[in-house]
């Protein structure tokens, strides 16, 4: 098994793929292509940003004039989507939508994978209980109507009656109850249904869920590629689903697209569902979905008009010459569920990280602006705790630990640190993601950026993705460069990562800082028990403020991620959701 | 020189002058000038990458001003790179990654490639046959590829850099040392050695290779070349050392702004320009001293 072998695929999505490449080994059908991708671009990067007061103090004033073009930039794309939001014109049916992804999976069944290449066509394929609007709200999908009782022991949900499979079989509440018990059987989010004890089906469309604790995410989990319902008749059949050869041919689905056609690594072709439960839609004839895992070839058949929509972009320069097209759009929304997290992980467990204080002050002694303005081209946004800003229950009041290389010093010094006679305190090292240039870049800025405080860093490079997740995942690292997503709710994306419950070597992003604090624990407790939105948002305000003052990772930014569509072709992008394009496409329309 | 069929006249009033052959040697690489050139640039290389710790006391990793400050403003004299590290001090730095690796490999390829070809020449028969066929099978792999395997799959600091250099590019070394070695143990000084009862360990270190190292210095020379022209591609690559400054790390860091900041990419590449063309014209130089047949011209 090979993941992510290419080392210069993009700094793109490594949780993303992971899924996708090991199950390509349960499926015996890997191929390095799943996994892969490329950085090569042009980068056209504005120097006019790298405007550090501490670095560089005298202004210069192109450096203002092309920050205002910068502005201009942004506010253009910003009136050119909301232009585009506000034609409330009639969709019509009909046309081909072509979507271009740097991967494709091995397969399409969301109930055993996580990860986007199964998440995109997976949801187009099965629909879920319900769906998610931009605010967090749930609205009804293959679920009429739902109901939590009091104690948030039983959940209650309803189908709607004229809901078919694509063999023409009816969607009954024995196939929700088999596909949660494949969610909880075989999906690597193991959290999301533990409290789901069983699940009655008293009459064909109503199941019962009984909870051993109250569960705040069940709605969340019923949603996009975490609660599609899969046909108990097809997939029932066998001992071992993640064998199945119907996961990725013949699919029968549930969704809104049906799987026309799948040539592994290279392309999917979907069509539309007609006896779709959601009258009149979708409106599309055809899904398209190319693999190009080229930077430049992608950014050229947008270009060109060959592929109207692209997601998860997050290199500046391709960015940056998009945005200049005039028939394509750029949008960040569509990835606060998601939460896409990026930032600098320590072993709590070994010196000199063992001590908070060193690493409070390797969190200062890093200039996070010049991160985002500088590496990420302005695209990037600055998270200051464990939960993706775009979440509601983002950190608030927290230490921004704000670049301060006077503080960093004092802390080390508190801690014992001092510097020898080569002004050096420490000895250490520092792994990262071996995926793309940005990566490395960000890596080397942080060596030189420690070594200001007395910080002697040796960055280590791992040879491939594989052997960064062995090193981390065995807790065999100092500090490493690291990505993780929230995955929805803190429950199922946030919890892994500070339960001293979850520290389990071998396995890809666990408790892999080895964090251990009992208060923090209890409160995460509590928190993923409580139902009311205010009191656990309260929970976790008082969570994140222990973590970041423990400071078992410094946090450094979200992942750049945008959507990019031809604006000109396309009506109703799949924007409009927490999942963005994880989220079924049947209100999209071709103009 | 053992060996050298050099005939000393005993006296007579029209004595001819004779040479000692460094002197000889010296005489012949001078009257080339584009080798002394090559000579001088690359000693003044060598030089700056030698006295570098000397020359700036600064850590080359250290950003020092804005990014993309183009060259000769605020005293930049080589502008900075993209993330404001002095483009000056990477390149006197890099001088120094770039030489140990290139002359590191170059040895490596000498070594592997002289004792496989003087085994396979000198003995030939059985021998030849498993050493050729071993360098063949070397030689059909695409040496760039293999090279990013080896480097991938050991970590990558700089003497994995150049092992999996020199365990690329020796096979040329290797057909070069076993032609030499076939055509010179059939001449007649080797013939009176062996039939005078020497060893072969003592005709093949003290009678052959002698003869025949002038053209595997000549190949040594062109190595090194081609060993920095690798290093560099591996670096591009990102398969370098992240911890230590050299010319194809500060290309490949940059390759990504070459629009916008030529500089950065165009330096360094002017620098491996030239080093790569002085160690050839040493060896163009080498090889016209070696060489008595140029010697009349």
């Keep these: 098994m090979t993941l992510h072998d290419n080392p210069r695929s993009p700094s793109a999505s490594p949780e993303a793929c992971l899924d996708t490449a090991m199950h390509a080994v349960d499926n015996k059908s890997a191929t390095f292509e799943d996994a892969g991708g490329s950085g090569a671009n042009v980068q056209r990067l504005n120097p006019g940003l790298a405007a550090d007061p501490v670095i560089w103090a005298e202004p210069k004033t192109h450096r203002e004039e092309k920050m205002k073009k910068f502005l201009v930039a942004l506010t253009s794309a910003a009136v050119a989507l909301t232009a585009a939001a506000a034609s409330a014109e009639e969709p019509k049916r009909g046309g081909t939508l072509t979507f271009s992804y740097r991967i494709i999976a091995g397969h399409f069944n969301p109930t055993i994978a996580s990860g986007t290449p199964t998440g995109i066509p997976g949801t187009q394929l099965f629909a879920a209980l319900l769906r998610f609007d931009d605010e967090w709200n749930p609205k009804p999908y293959l679920a009429e109507s739902w109901d939590i009782s009091d104690d948030g022991l039983t959940v209650t949900v309803k189908l709607r009656d004229n809901a078919r499979f694509h063999d023409g079989k009816p969607i009954t509440s024995e196939d929700v109850k088999f596909s949660i018990e494949t969610y909880q059987e075989h999906h690597p989010f193991k959290p999301m249904y533990a409290p789901v004890k069983s699940i009655d089906t008293p009459d064909p469309l109503t199941a019962v869920f009984n909870l051993s604790d109250p569960h705040p995410a069940i709605l969340l989990a019923f949603s996009s590629q975490l609660g599609v319902v899969i046909p108990k008749h097809v997939y029932g059949n066998t001992d071992n689903i993640r064998q199945h050869p119907q996961n990725s041919q013949d699919i029968v689905g549930s969704g809104p697209f049906k799987l026309k056609e799948f040539k592994p690594g290279e392309y999917i072709i979907l069509e539309r569902n007609e006896d779709y439960f959601l009258e009149g839609k979708p409106y599309i004839d055809r899904i398209v979905y190319k693999k190009i895992s080229e930077n430049t070839s992608r950014v050229i058949a947008l270009e060109k008009g060959d592929v109207d929509l692209t997601a998860f972009e997050s290199d500046a320069p391709v960015l940056d010459r998009l945005k200049k097209n005039e028939h394509l759009t750029l949008t960040p929304d569509g990835y606060s569920a998601i939460g896409p997290l990026e930032w600098l992980a320590f072993n709590t467990k070994r010196k000199p990280f063992d001590d908070k204080r060193v690493r409070q002050a390797v969190a200062y002694a890093i200039d996070k602006e010049f991160i985002l303005k500088v590496l990420y081209g302005g695209y990037a946004q600055r998270s200051l705790g464990p939960i993706h800003p775009g979440s509601v229950f983002a950190p608030k009041d927290v230490n921004p630990y704000d670049y301060d290389v006077e503080k960093a010093k004092a802390l080390l010094d508190e801690a014992g640190y001092t510097p020898d006679a080569d002004g050096i305190r420490i000895r250490t090292t520092l792994d990262y993601i071996p995926a793309g240039g940005t990566w490395k870049r960000k890596t080397e800025f942080v060596k030189a950026q420690l070594k200001k405080v007395g910080i002697d860093v040796t960055i280590k490079a791992s040879a491939d993705f594989r052997a960064w997740i062995k090193t981390v995942s065995n807790h065999e690292f100092d500090m490493t460069m690291d990505s993780v997503f929230n995955w929805g709710d803190p429950v199922i994306g946030v919890h892994r990562t500070y339960q001293s419950t979850n520290i389990r070597p071998g396995v890809p992003w666990h408790n892999t800082q080895q964090f251990q604090n009992a208060e923090v624990d209890a409160v995460m407790d509590r928190a993923g028990k409580e139902l009311d939105r205010d009191k656990r948002a309260a929970l976790y305000g008082e969570m994140q403020k222990l973590v970041v003052d423990e400071a078992p990772i410094a946090y450094l930014h979200t992942s750049p991620y945008h959507t990019v569509f031809n604006h000109e072709r396309i009506g109703n992008p799949p924007v409009d959701s927490i999942w963005g394009v994880c989220s079924p496409w049947d209100e999209v329309y071709i103009r | ?297």
């Design chain 2, 1 to 297: 020189m053992t060996n050298r069929p050099t005939t000393a006249p005993e006296n007579g009033p029209e004595a001819v002058r004779v040479e000692r052959p460094v002197v000889e040697f010296l005489r012949m690489y001078v009257r080339n000038w584009a080798a002394v050139a090559g000579f001088i640039v690359f000693s003044a290389i060598v030089f700056a990458a030698l006295f570098a710790p000397v020359i700036l006391a600064v850590d080359p990793f250290d950003m020092v001003w804005m990014p993309f400050t183009p060259p000769g403003q605020d005293g930049y004299i080589l502008g900075t790179d993209n993330l404001g590290r002095d483009m000056f001090t990477a390149i006197v730095y890099g001088a120094r990654a770039t030489l140990v690796v290139g002359g590191s490999a170059a040895g490596l390829t000498i070594v592997i490639g002289l004792t496989i070809g003087s085994l396979a020449g000198y003995y030939r028969g059985w021998v030849d046959e498993v050493l050729m066929r071993i360098t063949e099978f070397f030689q059909v792999l695409p040496p760039l590829l293999l090279a990013m395997v080896l480097v991938a799959l050991f970590e990558p600091t700089l003497p994995t850099v150049a092992i999996a250099i020199g365990v690329v590019t020796w096979t040329g070394v290797a057909r070069l040392a076993r032609a030499e070695f076939m055509r010179i143990r059939e001449l007649e000084f080797v013939k009176a050695a062996r039939s005078i009862g020497s060893r072969d360990r003592r005709i093949i270190w003290r009678v052959i290779l002698p003869n025949a190292l002038p053209p595997l210095i000549v190949n040594a020379a062109l190595t090194v070349g081609i060993a920095i022209l690798f290093e560099a591609a591996l670096s591009f690559l990102g398969l370098s050392d992240p911890n230590v400054m050299s010319w194809g790390k500060i290309i490949g860091d940059n390759r990504d702004y070459l629009l916008d900041a030529p500089w950065t990419v165009t330096i360094p590449g002017v620098a491996i320009f030239l080093t790569v063309l002085a160690v050839s014209l040493i060896g163009d130089g080498l090889n016209d001293a070696f060489n008595p047949r140029l010697r009349e011209r």
